[in-house]
């Protein structure tokens, strides 16, 4: 199993930034996508912000341009560098990966247990 820690949530005003980490660890023979997603109160999950192994990236329309997505292989973490935010924003950020344990497995999947991000107006 892998495991994923988040961290770098909390509260800021409308126009501040902040930073969001993930950890992968575990069982890891190699992991593809990474993203981050969110769920506001009353809302569905939503694709905030995902990036390939390779470094490819793609964001939802709203956070398109306010949002960077980018991580490190070396260390299996994954970031997020959240600008401009939004009281819209608010939400429990989740972390999530696709990873192998053995070259030979299917792609699995791991879930974060979230971070709150709540952005005051």
């Known amino acids: 199993q892998v495991q994923l820690v988040e961290s770098g949530g909390g509260l800021v005003q409308a126009g501040g930034s902040l930073r969001l980490s993930c950890a992968a660890s575990g069982s890891i023979f190699s992991i593809n996508a990474m993203g981050w997603y969110r769920q506001a109160p009353g809302k569905q999950r939503e694709l905030a912000a995902r990036?390939?192994?390779?470094?490819?990236?793609n964001y939802a329309d709203s956070v398109k341009g306010r949002f960077t997505i980018s991580r490190d292989n070396a260390k299996n973490t994954v970031y997020l560098q959240m600008n401009s935010l939004k009281p819209e924003d608010t939400a429990v950020y989740y972390c999530?990966?696709?990873?192998?344990?053995?070259?030979?497995?299917?792609?699995?999947?791991?879930w974060g247990q979230g971070t709150q991000v709540t952005v005051s107006s």
């Open positions: 999530n990966a696709d990873y192998k344990e053995r070259p030979w497995d299917p792609l699995l999947e791991s």
């Open positions: 990036i390939t192994s390779g470094g490819s990236t």
